[in-house]
């Protein structure tokens, strides 16, 4: 029952308006059935998306499941107002990491959380999503909006990413029993910081006053086109040698660097041997040693300097992984090789 003398609220007087949200819903349906691919049923809309493994081509599929953020990345798009980009970096976050178990990445959903939907913000970071699950060969197959006043600040939102992926059980990475001393370490570059690290970074462009807005000192465009060039998405390239069998192991290289990642894909009895001198780390590593007086050791184990992904690779597969790296247009490093732990 309702008191004569108090107006009678609304949802929308709480602050979540739902037509909004529906006109969202509408506006990302084109996005998502853009990145439509082999094994996709329905579309958006259910209570749960559906997807089949056996019109994906698996014989004997294991999945693999990841998820994950973007960090404290997101306020650099919140200071300059650039919104259609951050989504690339939820996709590849999550993506890579499947991968590096062997998976290729078959299907994303979203979370977009945020105070009030704003005209044009969600359907930019969706933009991004869109397209870097087309970048990363899966399908935006659904998600979830949740407008909540009064849980973050104006003009803020926060962003999950989850992923399912999928590999034949006999190429799941990595391939402990296969991995010997002297295998081959190769890198394939990075964007920049991709998403790790932000709040060291956010910290030294404080110190410096650097103006996001202002041409960048080092490179084309602003300083915030710079700092937020989206990862990049490894699997168009490396998925044709997870199928051949040429590769050994792989490691996404996010927070913790080369230093803690590298490792991870290794048996006990082996470790990473990385030779830092062996590429040219993009010059907003050195700008940010020198800026923010980061010790070479910190640098290691914060950011990617460089290299995004990493590949152990046999001895005598190196020219036929190299080759293949190439002609998909990546610019492959030998980096190290692996060596008794």
Aim: include cysteine.
């Amino acid at each position: 029952m309702t008191d004569s003398h108090k107006k009678p609220l609304t949802y929308r007087d709480a602050g979540v308006d739902i037509k909004a949200g529906n006109a969202l819903v509408g506006a990302i349906g084109p996005m998502a059935k853009a990145t439509a691919r082999s094994g996709v049923m329905g579309g958006l809309g259910g209570f749960g998306a559906l997807f089949d493994l056996k019109a994906a081509g698996y014989d004997d599929p294991v999945l693999v499941s990841g998820t994950d953020g973007v960090g404290t990345k997101l306020m650099l798009a919140f200071t300059t107002g650039c919104h259609d980009t951050i989504g690339i970096d939820l996709v590849a976050m999550c993506a890579n990491d499947v991968l590096a178990q062997g998976a290729e990445p078959l299907f994303f959903l979203d979370y977009f959380a945020t105070g009030k939907l704003e005209s044009g913000v969600a359907e930019q970071v969706v933009s991004g999503i869109a397209e870097g699950c087309r970048q990363a060969g899966c399908a935006l197959i659904g998600g979830e909006t949740a407008e909540m006043p009064g849980m973050y600040p104006p003009g803020h939102y926060d962003l999950a990413g989850f992923v399912v992926g999928a590999v034949d059980r006999d190429r799941m990475l990595p391939r402990h029993e296969a991995m010997v001393a002297g295998d081959v370490l190769i890198g394939l570059p990075s964007s920049g910081p991709h998403s790790n690290g932000y709040s060291l970074i956010r910290r030294v462009i404080e110190r410096a006053g650097v103006d996001l807005t202002a041409p960048c000192a080092f490179a084309s465009g602003s300083w915030g086109d710079v700092l937020l060039t989206p990862t990049r998405l490894y699997s168009k390239p490396v998925l044709p040698l997870i199928k051949g069998g040429l590769i050994k192991g792989l490691a996404h290289i996010t927070g913790g660097g080369l230093t803690e990642n590298a490792p991870r894909m290794c048996p006990d009895h082996l470790t990473t041997r990385i030779d830092y001198d062996a590429w040219s780390p993009p010059a907003i590593f050195d700008w940010l040693a020198t800026e923010g007086g980061i010790e070479d050791a910190e640098m290691q184990r914060t950011f990617n300097l460089g290299i995004g992904m990493v590949l152990a690779v046999g001895v005598r597969e190196v020219d036929t992984v190299l080759a293949s790296l190439r002609a998909a247009g990546e610019v492959p490093t030998i980096i190290g090789e692996l060596a008794p732990s």
